[in-house]
Structure formats: structure tokens, C-alpha cells
């Protein structure tokens, strides 16, 4: 009889512990985001970079894992379309801003884009909700502006100074690159 209620007694330990264990195996695990590369997308109407520049970067965004989609678009135009008047003198911020969202959206661009005009020279970087909330912020637009503000002065400069076609796209190759690696670092490891 003992031996009966030992082994009743394991029985009914064996069932409690196991419905005790029960809840906590049956809940569901929590997925872990699924990490995705980076994405460069450039359009280069203004003959800004290199071809091999702009595969380099691409290769270098691509190869960085991100929590989310992040992507960054840059887009170049040698001059200001037809359809569109230039700005006033003190609007230019505005026009450039406002010419930027139409084409983002017609890009259906996501993340960070920045737009690029050859002749008025300009760059304007205006960033998406998403990336907003991942911390990509107002510095952040003004420190990736000035990244190819900077290089795009030194390859005009370098122009007046009689370098070579070929020096600067160097110049401006390198502007991309950094580009690129400077949004990499800012939303890699961020996630909404």
C-alpha cells in the first residue's frame, strides 16, 4: 500500500509541476526583429559621382544590418527644372525644402533623403517620420548636409584651382561615401 501511494505520489508531483511549468512553456516566444541591409538609392542627373563610387557605397550601405528598413536616397540635378521658377533671394531654404518633398514622394523615398542641385548650388536633407523616431535628428540632417556641402566647395575650388575632371570626382566620391557611412552610423542599432 505504501508503494501505491508513492508511487501516486510521483504521479500527482510529476502532474503538478508539469502544469506549473505549462503556462510558461505555452507562451509564445517573442520574435526578435527580422534585421535587414541598408539600401542607398542614388539618382545622379547631375553627373555629381563616379559610377564605381556609387556601386562602392551602395556595396557598403548593403552590407550593414539594421533593426528596420533604412535607406538613403540622394538625388542630384545639374540645374533647376523647367517647370519650376527659381527662388527669391531669402527663399531658397523653403523652394529647395518644399522641391525635395515632391520628389521624395514621387520617389516614394523612405528614410533619409537629400536632394542635390548642381546649378544654384544647394543641398537640402529632409528625413521621414520613421527615421525621425529612430533618432535621426534636426543635427543630424544639418551634420549630413554639411558632410557634402564641404566636399562639394573643396571640388569647386579644386575646379578654380585647374584640377582635373577626374580629381574632383574623387572629391565628391568620397562625400558619398561618407554619406552613406554617416547614416549608417546614426540609425544602426535603432529600431522604433
Not at 113 to 128: A, E, N, W
Not at 130 to 155: H, M, P, V, W, Y
Amino acid at each position: 500500500m505504501i508503494q501505491v501511494v508513492g508511487g501516486l505520489g510521483s504521479v500527482f508531483a510529476v502532474l503538478v509541476c508539469g502544469l506549473i511549468a505549462l503556462p510558461v512553456s505555452a507562451q509564445p516566444k517573442k520574435k526578435e526583429p527580422v534585421k535587414k541591409p541598408g539600401a542607398l538609392h542614388v539618382y545622379d542627373g547631375g553627373s555629381l559621382f563616379t559610377n564605381s563610387a556609387i556601386d562602392k557605397a551602395k556595396a557598403a550601405m548593403g552590407k550593414t544590418v539594421f533593426e528596420r528598413e533604412t535607406a538613403l536616397t540622394v538625388e542630384t540635378f545639374a540645374t533647376i527644372p523647367k517647370d519650376k521658377t527659381a527662388p527669391e533671394k531669402g527663399e531658397e531654404a523653403k523652394f529647395f525644402t518644399n522641391w525635395a518633398k515632391s520628389e521624395a514622394a514621387l520617389d516614394k523615398a523612405k528614410g533619409v533623403y537629400v536632394l542635390v542641385c548642381r546649378s544654384p548650388g544647394y543641398v537640402t536633407v529632409i528625413v521621414d517620420k520613421a527615421a525621425r523616431d529612430r533618432g535621426f535628428t534636426n543635427e543630424n540632417e544639418q551634420k549630413l548636409r554639411d558632410i557634402l556641402l564641404a566636399s562639394f566647395r573643396e571640388a569647386g575650388q579644386a575646379k578654380k584651382d585647374g584640377k582635373s575632371d577626374e580629381e574632383q570626382f574623387k572629391i565628391r566620391d568620397k562625400a558619398l561615401s561618407g554619406a552613406a557611412d554617416y547614416v549608417s552610423s546614426v540609425l544602426k542599432g535603432t529600431a522604433k
